[in-house]
């Protein structure tokens, strides 16, 4: 069965430009999650979707936004692209909501210059 | 808000060498998982701990989930350059939504040769 798999893997934006990341779950998980790491503030959570609706939300901004499609794919877009966006944003998915096992996909970096 | 603090945040160590990462909070958790992540990749599930004061073994990697359920700890027996990557602890603190899954900012652990 394949794995998470993330689009593109590498990105250089400027600032003030969007980007649109996009995550493919495991055949089969219904449950995708959005993370951003970086080395300061470790993995934090951005929001999760699970048949196309947003669960749960982190604390980031309005310009974090991402949306689910009924085949469970899922995409995140960044609007007005600051330098500290600069970081690994994983997504990672689960076969329902809640306490599942999540399995995570390789990330897209991303560099705002 | 709930934190969790690792400790160390590095650790460089000689193959052959055991060595004990911690993770602490002020709340209790429902569980506490461990992840490893090596470069270029995304965390990789490696236990779940529900019970307090339980002990679960993988080969020479041993966690334990404190009896209050507010801490961990993973300590690795014989290290070897394999072992090589950053340990993160999560915390959950709830169901219903990934969300509720709390990250340490991890322990980069390298094992040399």
């Known amino acids: 069965k394949a794995g998470v798999t993330q689009t593109p893997r590498y990105l250089i934006k400027t600032r003030g430009q969007q980007v649109t990341l996009s995550c493919s779950p495991i055949?089969?998980?219904?449950?995708v999650s959005w993370y951003q790491q970086t080395p300061g503030q470790g993995l934090q959570f951005l929001f999760e979707?699970?048949?196309?609706?947003?669960?749960n939300k982190g604390n980031f901004p309005g310009r974090f936004s991402g949306r689910q499609f009924s085949n469970s794919r899922s995409e995140m877009n960044v609007s007005t692209l600051e330098l500290g966006d600069s970081a690994l944003y994983l997504c990672?998915?689960?076969?329902?909501?809640?306490?599942?096992?999540?399995?995570f996909g390789p990330g897209t970096r991303l560099l705002v210059l | 808000t709930q934190l969790l603090e690792q400790s160390p945040q590095f650790l460089s160590i000689q193959e052959g060498e055991n060595l004990t990462v911690y993770c602490n909070s002020s709340?209790?958790?429902?569980?506490l998982q461990w992840y490893r992540q090596e470069p270029g990749e995304g965390p990789v599930l490696l236990v779940t701990?529900?019970?307090?004061?339980e002990v679960k073994k993988l080969k020479r990697l041993t966690f334990q989930f404190g009896d209050a359920r507010k801490d961990s700890s993973l300590h690795i027996t014989a290290a070897q350059p394999g072992d090589t990557g950053l340990y993160l602890c999560?915390?959950?603190f709830g169901g219903g939504s990934q969300g509720n899954l709390i990250f340490g900012k991890g322990t980069k652990l390298s094992v040399k040769p």
């Open positions: 979707y699970f048949s196309e609706t947003q669960r």
């Open positions: 055949s089969g998980h219904r449950s």
């Open positions: 709340s209790v958790f429902s569980s």
């Open positions: 990672a998915s689960s076969l329902f909501t809640g306490r599942e096992t999540q399995y």
């Open positions: 999560a915390g959950r």
């Open positions: 701990v529900v019970t307090g004061g």
